[in-house]
């Protein structure tokens, strides 16, 4: 059983900040790495980040550098996505997503095998 469940996305205004959780409550949260990807209307599902098993961090998007933080409570079975100063360009789904492994498989969606449905994220004024 691997079920991912995203939540806190909403609107925004530009330079306002949301955390968005994943729920990964089937799993023992411990052993895995949980990236998180986004995908605008139109365009291919982008890599943003992801934390390994031992709380490290791969940053897969230039454009979110000094924005974007990822972090993870295992007792809690969830991990975050804290995002600061958002932009319009920001507007996306945000998916949270795993490939059962402790080390972070990259930016290609392809290498992961499991996915939550999303959680939309607006950003205007």
Known sequence: QVQLVESGGGLVQPGGSLRLSCAVPGLTLDYFAIAWFRQAPG??????????STNQTELYSDSVKHRFTGSRDNGKKMVFLQMHNLQPEDT???Y??????????????????YWGQGTQVTVSS
């Open 92 to 94: 996306a789904v945000y």
């Open 96 to 113: 949270c997503t795993t490939a059962l492994a402790g080390y972070c498989y990259g930016k290609s969606q392809y290498r992961y095998d």
């Open 43 to 52: 365009k291919e599902r982008e890599g943003i980040l992801c934390i390994s």
